[in-house]
C-alpha cells in the first residue's frame, strides 16, 4: 500500500489499563477482530476492521498510567525534521523520534494549545490499510480553546492549507477545515465554556465508521460507554461522540445516512 500523504493523518492508537476490557468494548461496538500482542513492542495490539489494520491498543507503560486517550499521528517523511518543526513553532516535543523496528519511526508531540498528537514515518508499516469502511478511521477534528494557536501550529508544522467553514444556522460557529491542495483532512473546533468543563483538556477527537449510528451508541452504552453527544443528522452523516468505559472520546458516524446541504469552505484570508 502506498505510503499517506506527509501531513496526513495515518494511525490511531491508545494506551488502556484495561486491555482486555478495551479489545470487548470495541470488538463490540466496531466490529474490530486483533491480532496477537507484541511482548516485544510493549504489548502493543493491532485492531482489524475486516481484515485491515485500522487501530491499535497497548497496555501504558510504567509510570504512564492514566486517562485513556485516542492519539492521532500524522504521515512524516522525516521525525527528526517534524520534532525542530514542532519546536520552531513553539510546541513540546513529548517523546524524542524513536525507531520502532523495522516498522517506522515516531515521536509524540503538544501544540502550544495543548493537543497531543503523533508523527509516523512509515517503515513496514505504511498506518492504516483501510478507511472510511466499517470500523475504520475516517475523520478528525481538534478540539482546542485558543484556535489561533492550532490555525498557526498546524500549517506550520504540517504545510497544511487553511478554509473557514460557514454555517448560516449558527454563525457563531468557529470551524476551519485543512487540507493539503486535494479534499479535507482535519477539522479545528473551537471549544466553548458552554459545551466543555474546564477540566476537559484540547485534544483529537477521532471518528470511526459504522453502518448503523444508532445501533453502535445502544451497544457502547450498555457495555458501559458514555454518550456525550447525538445521535445527531448531518450533511457528512449521522453521528454521535461517545466516551468509552476507561474514559477515551471518540465519535462514530454512518456516512451513507445524510441530511442537508454542505456548507461553503471558503479560504482563509
Not at 522525516?78 to 516535543?93: F, L, P, Q, S, W
Not at 473557514?164 to 487540507?179: K, L
Request: glycine share 10%; hydrophobic share 40%.
Amino acid at each position: 500500500m502506498a505510503a499517506h500523504p506527509e501531513g496526513a493523518p495515518c494511525w490511531v492508537d491508545a494506551m488502556f489499563s484495561d486491555v482486555e476490557g478495551a479489545k470487548s468494548f470495541y470488538g463490540e461496538v466496531l466490529g474490530w477482530t486483533f491480532g496477537e500482542s507484541s511482548s516485544e513492542y510493549g504489548n502493543y495490539t493491532q485492531a482489524y476492521a475486516d481484515g485491515k489494520a485500522v487501530a491499535a491498543v497497548v497496555p501504558p507503560m510504567p509510570g504512564q498510567e492514566g486517562q485513556s486517550a485516542w492519539c492521532l499521528y500524522f504521515a512524516t517523511s522525516d521525525v527528526d525534521a517534524t520534532a525542530a518543526k514542532v519546536r520552531d513553532n513553539g510546541g513540546e516535543v513529548l517523546m524524542e523520534p524513536m525507531r520502532v523496528g523495522d516498522f517506522g519511526s515516531m515521536l509524540l508531540a503538544r501544540s502550544p494549545d495543548g493537543v497531543v498528537f503523533g508523527g509516523w514515518q512509515a517503515g513496514v508499516h505504511q498506518g492504516f490499510e483501510a478507511m472510511g469502511v466499517p470500523g475504520a478511521y475516517i475523520w478528525a477534528e481538534i478540539f482546542t480553546r485558543e484556535p489561533e494557536k492550532s490555525d498557526a501550529f498546524f500549517p506550520a508544522v504540517f504545510s497544511y492549507r487553511s478554509k473557514r467553514m460557514d454555517d448560516p444556522d449558527n454563525p457563531h460557529m468557529d470551524f476551519r477545515v485543512f487540507d493539503l491542495g486535494q479534499g479535507p483532512l482535519l477539522g479545528r473546533m473551537k471549544m466553548t465554556a458552554e459545551d466543555f468543563p474546564p477540566e476537559v483538556p484540547s485534544y483529537i477527537n477521532v471518528y470511526f465508521t459504522v453502518p448503523d449510528c444508532d445501533d453502535a451508541v445502544a451497544k457502547a452504552t450498555k457495555l458501559g460507554g458514555v454518550l456525550r453527544f447525538g445521535p445527531m443528522d448531518t450533511p457528512f452523516g449521522r453521528f454521535a461522540a461517545l466516551s468509552d468505559p476507561q474514559g477515551a472520546s471518540f465519535s462514530v458516524i454512518d456516512i451513507t445516512n445524510t441530511q442537508g446541504e454542505m456548507p461553503e469552505l471558503k479560504d482563509v484570508d
